[in-house]
């Protein structure tokens, strides 16, 4: 990939979270990223490939991260412990990898984007089927059930983290999932 490329994906990446797909014009990205929009328009042929673009490398970005996170677990309950320990920390801006928080980039761009069949809508989705399936590989011993809890509740304390400012939300999720750990439901 191109110096000048890489420049404008991670330049929209940035302002794209950070702001919102839709509050951000092409111009503004031209004049933080110090690209000329002929270049910009040589590399991307619409704003919408540049979104793409921006998506695909946070959906790198982030899948990487969770791999980090959850290389080496050997149990389910090391697992929750693992994914929802490093959602708190990346709630507090303490993830490098992931940069400062502002919520689900995907959740916000699937919002801002009200056709479920546009590409924008549709990559979103895939990158929380990506996720759901990453975490399942991770899996002590494969759980349906669990595998769902864990997902709805991680969507959940993203959304709370973001909405509400309570940090503490993932912390809340290890500790429901483990009140329930006795539970047939939740045993690896």
Same mark, same amino acid.
């Given at each position: 990939?191109?110096?000048?490329?890489?420049?404008?994906?991670?330049?929209?990446?940035?302002?794209?979270?950070?702001?919102?797909?839709?509050?951000?014009?092409? &111009?503004?990205?031209?004049?933080?990223? #110090?690209?000329?929009?002929?270049?910009?328009?040589?590399?991307?042929?619409?704003?919408?490939?540049?979104?793409? =673009? /921006?998506?695909?490398?946070?959906?790198? &970005?982030? +899948?990487?991260?969770?791999?980090?996170?959850?290389? #080496?677990? @050997?149990?389910? !309950?090391?697992?929750?412990?693992?994914?929802?320990?490093?959602?708190? =920390?990346?709630?507090?801006?303490? !993830? $490098?990898?992931? *940069? @400062?928080?502002? #919520?689900?980039?995907?959740?916000? =761009? /699937?919002?801002?984007?009200? &056709?479920?069949?546009?590409? +924008? =809508?549709?990559?979103?989705?895939?990158?929380?089927?990506?996720?759901?399936?990453?975490?399942?590989?991770?899996? $002590?011993?494969?759980?349906?059930?669990?595998?769902?809890?864990?997902?709805?509740?991680?969507? *959940?304390?993203?959304? &709370?983290?973001?909405?509400? *400012? @309570?940090?503490?939300?993932?912390?809340?999720?290890?500790? +429901?999932?483990?009140?329930?750990?006795?539970?047939?439901?939740?045993?690896?």
């Amino acid at each position: 990939m191109s110096k000048k490329r890489k420049l404008l994906i991670d330049t929209s990446l940035d302002l794209f979270y950070s702001n919102s797909i839709n509050s951000i014009g092409i &111009n503004e990205i031209l004049k933080t990223s #110090g690209v000329a929009k002929q270049t910009l328009y040589s590399h991307f042929e619409s704003k919408e490939s540049l979104i793409l =673009s /921006a998506l695909q490398q946070r959906h790198t &970005n982030f +899948i990487e991260w969770l791999k980090t996170k959850l290389d #080496g677990v @050997d149990s389910n !309950e090391q697992l929750i412990i693992r994914l929802f320990n490093a959602l708190e =920390s990346w709630f507090r801006n303490s !993830e $490098s990898m992931l *940069g @400062d928080f502002h #919520g689900c980039f995907f959740i916000n =761009s /699937a919002s801002e984007f009200n &056709n479920k069949q546009s590409n +924008i =809508s549709l990559f979103c989705k895939q990158h929380k089927h990506e996720v759901r399936e990453t975490i399942k590989q991770y899996m $002590s011993q494969e759980n349906l059930f669990l595998l769902d809890a864990i997902c709805i509740m991680k969507e *959940g304390a993203i959304t &709370n983290a973001y909405v509400s *400012g @309570d940090y503490s939300s993932a912390i809340k999720c290890i500790r +429901i999932l483990k009140q329930y750990e006795n539970n047939t439901a939740f045993t690896d």
